[in-house]
């Protein structure tokens, strides 16, 4: 990657959030149709307010008995689990890819929501892993192809 790389040419609008009203299996499914691990949780402003994985959904579902399919698990809402994080890890249109893509290996993140400013955390997209080695991959050929 060259080193004035900056998140928003790698930037993605996917759908990679929910609604802090959304339910737990909302949530679930979410998860899996994009095949992720986490998922952005926003208020109604659009502002990152936390995340949460499959990992801690199932805790839940442990701690409360309660089964994927079971008639209760319909009804509970995101945000009467949700452990509102007062920082969620979240990076800025001009951060640097070479960090952000060190921060998603380092915690082991599938993405890493793209928010206006540290003081107005309102969603404009996201960086994947993959996206930022699908663009580099794509750079390598076209530069090959040119040589």
Same mark, same amino acid.
């Given at each position: 990657?060259?080193?004035?790389?900056?998140?928003?040419?790698?930037?993605?609008?996917?759908?990679?959030?929910?609604?802090?009203?959304?339910?737990?299996?909302?949530?679930?499914?979410?998860?899996?149709?994009?095949?992720?691990?986490?998922?952005?949780?926003?208020?109604?402003?659009?502002?990152?307010?936390?995340?949460?994985?499959?990992? /801690? +959904?199932?805790?839940? $579902?442990?701690?409360?008995? %309660?089964?994927?399919?079971?008639?209760?698990?319909?009804?509970? #809402? @995101?945000?009467?689990?949700?452990?509102?994080?007062?920082?969620?890890?979240?990076?800025?249109?001009?951060?640097?890819?070479?960090?952000?893509? /060190? +921060?998603?290996?380092? $915690?082991?993140?599938?993405? %890493?929501?793209?928010?206006?400013?540290?003081?107005?955390?309102? #969603? @404009?997209?996201?960086?994947?892993?993959?996206?930022?080695?699908?663009?580099?991959?794509?750079?390598?050929?076209?530069?090959?192809?040119?040589?």
């Amino acid at each position: 990657m060259t080193s004035n790389s900056a998140a928003s040419d790698f930037m993605s609008s996917l759908p990679f959030y929910v609604t802090e009203n959304a339910t737990l299996i909302d949530v679930l499914d979410k998860i899996e149709m994009f095949g992720l691990s986490e998922i952005a949780i926003i208020d109604t402003k659009f502002k990152v307010i936390s995340t949460i994985s499959k990992k /801690e +959904i199932a805790q839940f $579902f442990i701690a409360k008995k %309660i089964r994927k399919n079971d008639a209760r698990a319909k009804d509970i #809402l @995101i945000k009467t689990v949700l452990n509102y994080s007062q920082n969620p890890i979240v990076a800025y249109p001009n951060s640097d890819i070479n960090k952000i893509c /060190e +921060i998603m290996e380092l $915690f082991k993140l599938d993405y %890493i929501p793209i928010v206006r400013n540290p003081w107005n955390k309102v #969603l @404009i997209g996201f960086v994947s892993f993959s996206q930022v080695q699908v663009t580099l991959t794509s750079i390598a050929e076209t530069i090959i192809c040119c040589l």
